[in-house]
């Protein structure tokens, strides 16, 4: 191929023999040809255009413009995600867009991370069994429930409340997989995983509606320009539901984000190998009991107090939900609705006699 920095010497020199052939043919030369199929310019085209970003849409999850266009209108996917130290790091919690922390047997947490867009998600877990508190904030986010198995309360409350679920006792290998690297030194529930794509695959596969009937604010997202800040300071949270786990969250300024702590460091998604962090904190104090085994929680969802923690300060507040299906809400202390900053959130559930224990810095 002739390059361009050549093209006026060579036509210069052959431009009688160009017009010549020119005429006799009424066709472009050869020449001419081997220049034009220099594509430099189209090429560089096409690699502009691949490099616009994608429009992202609204996300009810956060209230901000970071959803993909797949993702509008569908449902979310909540996933069971063990906590006890001995499985950690978890896998994709920093990625989503909600997490959700109760306490269950033996002085333990759990958590539902609910993803807008579970595409985005990666790998997800290690996933761990379903309770039926968590079973019943699913169901009022209308989420696609996904869980290794479950107490006897959790598989009644998702028969009870037609929640959609996705279970690694029924479908095991085939949408959710075992890590084998992490056997040696794991017990076998801290190494059961899933990812995207396999519950793309099981969405798919099992026939399960995506399309969603809501488009509300999970949460009264703030519309001002200027942030929710409040007078009372929070750099340092610390929240203990029990003598054995205390969550922290430490506020970074450069971020004006809360990187989550437990078991006295930081908690950490192994996709990224970084620290969590989220920009609104609710701790959410609620009554706690034994269901009628002896072993397992009942945290009552009805309603109780708490505090909203966001961009270094603190807010006491209301909360309440009600049956499986009612949403929580949150409210200040006038009764309003409360207004909540954009951002993803951790929400949670810490028994109410142990309130005293939240040390706020």
């Given at each position: 191929m002739i390059k361009k920095a050549n093209?006026?010497?060579?036509?210069?020199?052959g431009v009688a023999l160009s017009l010549m052939f020119s005429l006799a043919s009424c066709k472009k030369t050869s020449l001419i040809a081997d220049v034009s199929d220099d594509d430099t310019t189209s090429e560089a085209t096409v690699t502009e255009e691949e490099k616009q970003p994608e429009k992202l849409s609204y996300n009810i999850y956060t209230g901000e413009y970071d959803l993909s266009k797949d993702a509008v209108g569908k449902r979310p996917v909540a996933v069971m995600i063990n906590n006890i130290k001995?499985?950690?790091?978890?896998?994709?919690?920093?990625?989503?867009?909600?997490?959700?922390?109760?306490?269950?047997?033996?002085?333990?947490?759990?958590?539902?991370?609910?993803?807008?867009?579970?595409?985005?998600?990666?790998?997800?877990?290690?996933?761990?069994?379903a309770r039926h508190d968590f079973v019943e904030m699913a169901d009022s986010l209308n989420a696609i429930f996904v869980h290794w198995g479950g107490s006897?309360?959790?598989?009644?409350?998702?028969?009870?409340?037609?929640?959609?679920?996705?279970?690694?006792?029924?479908?095991?290998?085939?949408?959710?997989?075992?890590?084998?690297?992490?056997?040696?030194?794991?017990?076998?529930e801290h190494c059961r995983f899933t990812t995207s794509e396999l519950i793309g695959k099981a969405v798919g596969k099992l026939g399960i509606k995506e399309d969603s009937s809501s488009d509300s604010d999970i949460f009264n997202f703030n519309k001002n320009v200027e942030v929710i800040s409040y007078l009372d300071s929070a750099l340092n949270v610390s929240v203990k539901f029990s003598g054995d786990v205390t969550a922290t969250f430490t506020y970074d300024d450069s971020t004006q984000k809360y990187i989550k702590g437990e078991y006295g460091a930081n908690q950490m998604d192994a996709n990224t190998n970084t620290p969590v962090s989220v920009s609104n904190v609710f701790i959410l104090y609620a009554g706690v009991s034994y269901l009628s085994d002896g072993v397992h929680k009942d945290v009552d969802l009805s309603a109780g107090t708490g505090y909203y923690v966001t961009r270094g300060s603190y807010y006491a507040i209301t909360w309440q939900k009600g049956n499986a299906s009612q949403s929580l809400k949150l409210y200040d202390q006038n009764g309003n609705e409360l207004n909540v900053n954009t951002g993803n959130s951790w929400v949670m559930f810490v028994p109410k006699n142990m309130s005293a224990s939240t040390v706020i810095e």
């Open positions: 093209l006026t010497r060579i036509l210069s020199a001995a499985s950690l790091p978890q896998r994709g919690i920093g990625s989503a867009d909600i997490v959700y922390e109760m306490p269950v047997e033996g002085g333990f947490t759990r958590l539902m991370a609910v993803f807008a867009d579970y595409k985005k998600a990666g790998t997800i877990g290690s996933v761990r069994s006897d309360y959790a598989y009644s409350s998702i028969r009870n409340n037609g929640v959609t679920d996705i279970d690694g006792m029924a479908y095991g290998e085939t949408y959710f997989y075992t890590d084998n690297a992490l056997r040696s030194t794991k017990a076998i």
